[in-house]
Nanobody, 123 residues
Framework: QVQLVESGGGLVQAGGSLRLSCAAS????????VGWFRQAPGKEREFVAA????????YYAESLKGRFTISRDSAKNTVYLQMNSLKPEDAAVYYC????????????????WGQGTQVTVSS
C-alpha cells in the first residue's frame, strides 16, 4: 500500500512559479513510477509528468516541456513538480499518483492517488 500526500498548491499570478510536493509513505518505492496529473473543472484528468523512483527517468506531456520539471528526493520519499511561467490555463487540481513499474500516461492505470492540491493562476 502507498499513501500519497500533495502540498504546495495555491494562488499565483500568471508568469509566476509554484513547487508542488508529493510525500509518499507505506512501502518500498524502488519499483514505483510516480506521476502528476491535473484536472480542471469540466475537463478530463490529464497527464502532466512522471518519474521512475529507482532511476529517475522522467517523461512529460509534450505541451508542458520546458516549463514543468519533475524530480524526486529519495531521502525524503518525496516527488516534486516545479512549475514555472504559469498560465491561467494551468489552473487545476493537481494530483500525484503511483503505480508499480513503468511510466504510463493513462490515469486509470495508476493504483494510488493523493487527495489533490489546488493551483489557481490569476491573469
Amino acid at each position: 500500500q502507498v499513501q500519497l500526500v500533495e502540498s504546495g498548491g495555491g494562488l499565483v499570478q500568471a508568469g509566476g512559479s509554484l513547487r508542488l510536493s508529493c510525500a509518499a509513505s507505506g512501502t518500498t518505492f524502488r519499483s514505483l513510477a510516480v506521476g502528476w496529473f491535473r484536472q480542471a473543472p469540466g475537463k478530463e484528468r490529464e497527464f502532466v509528468a512522471a518519474i521512475t523512483w529507482a532511476s529517475a527517468i522522467t517523461y512529460y506531456a509534450e505541451s508542458l516541456k520546458g516549463r514543468f520539471t519533475i524530480s524526486r528526493d529519495s531521502a525524503k520519499n518525496t516527488v516534486y513538480l516545479q512549475m514555472n511561467s504559469l498560465k491561467p490555463e494551468d489552473a487545476a487540481v493537481y494530483y500525484c499518483a503511483a503505480r508499480r513499474n513503468a511510466i504510463v500516461i493513462v490515469p486509470t492505470l495508476y493504483d494510488y492517488w493523493g487527495q489533490g492540491t489546488q493551483v489557481t493562476v490569476s491573469s
